[in-house]
Antibody, heavy 115, light 108 residues
């Protein structure tokens, strides 16, 4: 069965970076893109960007350009999202999801930015 | 970017009733690339509908989607207790992909 399993919760200080992983199983990893979505506490969903594991192409939301990097490791079927220069308003649950419409989701990774 | 506006913000209904949720786009959604998600507290969202009207795998047929262009609707024909949740629409026809702000369906 398809599964996306994300890394555990993180606590970071303002200005630091965080790297969240998303390990895929149950399907051929290079067949579908991986999207990252975040959700601040009590808020709605925000699209951050997308990566193709097939060729590494990316498409980032303008809001995160220059601060985010999405990569994949096809040998381990794992996608990564790194967010730099963290601010308090980056505190959120970060989700990975499969395909351009999100038929499978990871369980989410809570990233807390606080001093 | 395409702004999606969902209405109402909150829908108060009883089990067995029909729920009609609206999602209006600020400009036409390419190829009706619009999806609907259900989210319960503490859980990741779950895909219900994609391509405006196609039910995702395992989704009960009481959930249906319709619409095109700028106006889309999610209908839950008869609410079950497990359907009380927040629902989001999302367009994936244009970049950046965008979400509506959500409609909460609560028990009356």
């Amino acid at each position: 069965q398809v599964q996306l399993v994300q890394s555990g919760a993180e606590v970071k200080e303002p200005g630091a970076s965080v790297k969240v992983s998303c390990k895929a199983s149950g399907y051929t990893f290079t067949t579908y893109g991986v999207t990252w979505v975040r959700q601040a506490p009590g808020q709605g969903l925000e699209w951050m960007g997308w990566i193709s594991p097939y060729n590494g192409n990316t498409n980032y939301a303008q809001k995160f350009q220059g601060r985010v990097s999405m990569t994949t490791d096809t040998s381990t079927s794992t996608a990564y999202m790194e967010l730099r220069s963290l601010r308090s308003d980056d505190t959120a649950i970060y989700y990975c999801a499969r395909r351009i419409f999100f038929d499978y989701w990871g369980q989410g990774t809570l990233v807390t930015v606080a001093s | 970017e395409i702004v999606l506006t969902q209405s109402p913000g909150t829908l108060s209904l009883s089990p067995g009733e029909r729920a009609t949720l609206s999602c209006r786009a600020s400009q036409s959604v390419t190829n009706s690339f619009l999806s609907w998600y259900q989210q319960k507290p503490g859980q990741a969202p779950r895909l219900l509908i994609y391509g405006a009207a196609s039910r995702a795998t395992g989704i009960p047929d009481r959930f249906s989607g319709s619409g095109s262009g700028t106006d889309f609707t999610l209908t839950i024909s008869r609410l079950e207790p497990e359907d009380f949740a927040v629902y989001y629409c999302q367009q994936y026809g244009s970049s950046p992909q965008t979400f509506g702000q959500g409609t909460k369906v609560e028990i009356k």
